[in-house]
C-alpha cells in the first residue's frame, strides 16, 4: 500500500492551497481516509477524515470553515482545499487510510489508521 501526497507548498497568510492524496494498492472505496499534520516539535494531530463514501466529514476546531475534505471515488483521490490559511497551519501534511469495509464511519485518531503516506510540507508566510 502507498499514499503519495501532493500539493503542498510556501504561500502567503490568507493564500490556498489544495493538497491531493492519491492511493496504490488499495480498493480506495473500501477506506475511511484522513490528513493530519505535524509541526516542528510538536505531535501529529488530526486535521480531517472522510468516509468511505464520502457522506461523512470531520475536522479539527482550528480549521472549521477554512478547511475542506473531499474524496473522488471515482478515480481514487482525495483532497484538501485550504483556504485562508494562516502561519499556524505550517506543518508537514499526512495522508491516512484505514480499511473499514463494513461502516460508513470518519476516523480521526492516528491509532486508527494503519497507512501513511510521507507527507508534503506546507509553509504559511506571515
Known amino acids: 500500500v502507498q499514499l503519495v501526497e501532493s500539493g503542498g507548498g510556501l504561500v502567503q497568510a490568507g493564500g490556498s492551497l489544495r493538497l491531493s492524496c492519491e492511493p496504490f494498492?488499495?480498493?480506495?472505496?473500501?477506506?475511511?481516509m484522513g490528513w493530519f499534520r505535524q509541526a516542528p516539535g510538536k505531535e501529529r494531530e488530526f486535521v480531517s477524515g472522510?468516509?468511505?463514501?464520502?457522506?461523512?466529514?470531520r475536522y479539527t476546531s482550528s480549521v472549521k470553515g477554512r478547511f475542506t475534505v473531499s474524496r473522488d471515488n471515482a478515480n481514487d483521490m482525495m483532497y484538501l482545499q485550504m483556504n485562508n490559511l494562516k502561519p499556524e497551519d505550517t506543518a508537514v501534511y499526512y495522508c491516512?487510510?484505514?480499511?473499514?469495509?463494513?461502516?460508513?464511519?470518519?476516523?480521526?485518531?492516528?491509532?486508527?489508521?494503519?497507512?501513511w503516506g510521507q507527507g508534503t510540507q506546507v509553509t504559511v508566510s506571515s
Open positions: 472522510i468516509s468511505r463514501s464520502g457522506g461523512s466529514t
Open positions: 494498492g488499495i480498493t480506495f472505496t473500501n477506506y475511511a
Open positions: 491516512a487510510a484505514m480499511f473499514r469495509l463494513s461502516m460508513d464511519v470518519v476516523l480521526t485518531t492516528r491509532d486508527e489508521y494503519d497507512y
